[in-house]
Antibody
Framework: EVQLVESGGGLVQPGGSLRLSCVGSGFIFSDPYMDWVRQAPGKGPEWIGRIRNKVNSYTTEYVASVKGRFTILRDDSQNSLHLQMNSLKTEDTAVYYC??????????????WGQGTVVTVSS | DIQMTQSPSSLSASVGERITITCRASQGIRNDLGWFQQKPGEAPKRLIYAASNLQSGVPSRFSGSGSGTEFTLTISSLQPEDFATYYCLQHNSYPLTFGGGTKVGIK
């Protein structure tokens, strides 16, 4: 059974930093690209970024609103995905989800999601 | 960025009714589209992938169609557990973008 478990959320002041983590199980973690999606209170989901796999040199993509502030990393040896968030703004307040992205083995784009971790940016 | 325009933004329907939700892409996305259901306090759940393929475990009353710029999600006979918010997602090009959502309520 595919499982994704996020952690690391919390309350942070504007301008601060936070590092989220996601641990995956039940699949070959190193195979698919991995994505982060967030959802602000009362709003729809927003895709924020992706990290490709080793075959594709772990390259990344980001939505414009987080580019230069957020960094996605992965450690396939630990089945873990990370989201380093710097220069946080109040508008980054959201539930953050990790999910599977594209894979060459089946159609995995956002097929499984974690339970989410809450990030609140406030003074 | 590709804009996904979803309609209606909300609808009220009765159990047993057939409903259709539409998503229109601002440019062609082939069939690189998924449909998601979200209930309050839960993560979105994928229902349909590649525009018309039913996710394993999802009831057959859900179906998707379309290609290019016009897509539809149909629920053939609405059940009590289907009252939720539905989103489309395009993954043809970066950034991936969601539609604005359709809240399905009880009439």
């Amino acid at each position: 059974e595919v499982q994704l478990v996020e952690s690391g959320g919390g309350l942070v002041q504007p301008g601060g930093s936070l590092r989220l983590s996601c641990v995956g199980s039940g699949f070959i973690f190193s195979d698919p690209y991995m994505d982060w999606v967030r959802q602000a209170p009362g709003k729809g989901p927003e895709w924020i970024g992706r990290i490709r796999n080793k075959v594709n040199s772990y390259t990344t993509e980001y939505v414009a609103s987080v580019k230069g502030r957020f960094t996605i990393l992965r450690d396939d040896s630990q089945n873990s995905l990370h989201l380093q968030m710097n220069s946080l703004k109040t508008e980054d307040t959201a539930v953050y989800y990790c999910s599977r992205g594209y894979s060459t083995v089946g159609s995995t784009t956002l097929d499984y999601w974690g339970q989410g971790t809450v990030v609140t940016v406030s003074s | 960025d590709i804009q996904m325009t979803q309609s209606p933004s909300s609808l009220s329907a009765s159990v047993g009714e057939r409903i259709t939700i539409t998503c229109r892409a601002s440019q062609g996305i082939r069939n690189d589209l998924g449909w998601f259901q979200q209930k309050p306090g839960e993560a979105p759940k994928r229902l349909i992938y590649a525009a018309s393929n039913l996710q394993s475990g999802v009831p057959s009353r859900f179906s998707g169609s379309g290609s290019g710029t016009e897509f539809t999600l149909t629920i053939s006979s609405l059940q009590p557990e289907d009252f939720a918010t539905y989103y489309c997602l395009q993954h043809n090009s970066y950034p991936l973008t969601f539609g604005g959502g359709t809240k399905v309520g009880i009439k």
